[in-house]
């Protein structure tokens, strides 16, 4: 079963992003360590999309690496 949306934002805002906030359902995390945006979609009660899912880990190991 893959993680609610509440739980990928839980992870990015632990890990030190902002949310910057969005239009509708978007939300954008950014972080001072790198200038990709994390834009998650959706309600928070909602499944995570596989490449919601990818793109959080991404920027989470690119900010673990810095």
Do not use: C
């Amino acid at each position: 079963m893959p993680p609610k949306i509440r739980e990928l934002i839980a992870e990015l805002e632990r890990n030190g992003f902002i949310n910057r906030g969005g239009k509708g359902s978007h939300r954008n995390f950014e972080h001072n360590l790198i200038s990709k945006i994390v834009r998650i979609s959706g309600k928070a009660s909602d499944d995570a999309k596989i490449y919601q899912i990818r793109q959080v880990r991404e920027a989470l190991k690119e900010v673990k690496s810095k």
